[in-house]
């Protein structure tokens, strides 16, 4: 690990701040400044984590020499037009989730990158939750034998969420189902066809011209003989919060629970039927982490910033995934 400090900006602060107080503490970090349109809730947050740099104009942001890197945290549509001038500003970029939402300005992003030799991370949080990194751990171990099989899901009930939502595409934004299955295995698609199912409300359809209800494809992956199955639901499907991966091997196989908060499922081959599949309690990988940091795989910023009228989780969401995507 090197010794310089990165000077850090975050940008958007919901989500966003919730990555604050983990930047703080980890030792290759300078949390430097945060940027946020509105001056209220700037000040609010800025003073809650003590963080002094504050802005809320996104380019003047980029206009200073200090930042290093900044971790955009906005909403959707403005993921691309941000990253695309933060690297021809110079910075490294790191960006929640999608990358964009057109074809045009992945290419986009993926260029420049090229071109400026600057570092993009898409902060897919799947990725790094403790459920993927324990799948990780067996195959790369041999333990689930050979993969035969990968699906993942992501259904969500995103009736009354605001501005840009209603009506979003469920594959507009499919990286929880895309990420695991591609990360998994290394491998790239060699194509896709997927099948819209179902019908959203009137209402909603107007917005993107989208009518489907549930959003489903298979992924054949170039130059192996495997393919995956993803399916996504945003409105009007009756389904409880899920992001899934299951995955088969020849000797394990890995099933996502069902409900909330209940075991996974392990299935190990040639044991009597009985004895075939087991719960289990996947573990944490805080491990892998620089110590000041590890308390963020299991806990959340609550008690950081609890004095102030933020609204943050006690527990830490999204499988613990945010030190370990800091990191
Ligand atoms: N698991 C995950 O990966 C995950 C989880 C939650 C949210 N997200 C993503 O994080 C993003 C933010 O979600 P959220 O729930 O915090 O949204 P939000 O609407 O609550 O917050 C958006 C923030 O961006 C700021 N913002 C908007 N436009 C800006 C601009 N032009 N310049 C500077 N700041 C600007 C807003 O002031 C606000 O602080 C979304 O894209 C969402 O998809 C990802």
């Not at 990555?19 to 980890?26: C, D, E, L, N």
């Not at 209220?40 to 809650?48: E, I, N, R, S």
């Not at 990420?179 to 107007?206: D, H, N, Q």
Request: aromatic share 10%; net charge positive; hydrophobic share 40%.
């Amino acid at each position: 690990m090197s010794a310089r400090k990165v000077n850090v900006a975050i940008v958007g602060l919901g989500f966003g701040a919730e990555f604050i107080p983990i930047y703080q503490r980890h030792p290759n970090a300078n949390m430097y400044a945060i940027c946020q349109r509105t001056r209220k809730k700037l000040d609010a947050v800025g003073d809650a984590f003590g963080v002094q740099k504050r802005y809320t104009d996104f380019h003047k942001l980029l206009k200073d020499p200090k930042v290093d890197a900044v971790h955009i945290n906005t909403p959707i549509p403005d993921h691309a037009w941000q990253s695309i001038a933060a690297l021809k500003a110079g910075k490294h970029v790191a960006c929640t989730v999608p990358m964009a939402t057109s074809i045009a300005d992945c290419r986009k992003i993926v260029d420049l990158v090229k071109q400026t030799r600057k570092k993009y991370m898409m902060m897919e949080t799947v990725v790094y939750a403790r459920e993927f990194l324990h799948l990780k751990e067996l195959y790369q171990k041999g333990e689930l034998g050979k993969i035969q099989f990968l699906q993942a899901s992501h259904q969500q009930d995103m009736d009354g969420w605001p501005n840009y939502w209603p009506g979003l595409p469920p594959m507009w934004y499919a990286t929880h189902c895309v990420g695991p299955m591609l990360a998994l295995t290394r491998a790239t698609a060699e194509y896709v066809s997927c099948f819209g199912s179902g019908t959203i409300r009137k209402e909603l359809v107007k917005n993107y011209k989208s009518p489907f209800a549930v959003e489903t494809a298979h992924i054949k992956f170039k130059g192996s003989d495997l393919t995956a199955r993803i399916y996504r639901s945003l409105f009007d499907t009756a389904r409880q919060y899920r992001e899934s991966i299951d995955v088969y091997g020849s000797k394990k196989s890995f099933e996502w629970t069902l409900i909330e908060h209940e075991p996974h499922i392990l299935h190990t081959a040639k044991l009597p039927e009985a004895k075939i599949p087991s719960k289990i309690k996947v573990p944490d990988y805080a491990r892998l982490l620089p110590a000041p940091i590890r308390r963020f795989t299991t806990k959340g910023v609550y008690d950081l910033a609890k004095k102030t009228h933020l609204s943050f989780t006690q527990v830490a969401r999204h499988g613990g995934s945010y030190p370990n995507l800091v990191h």
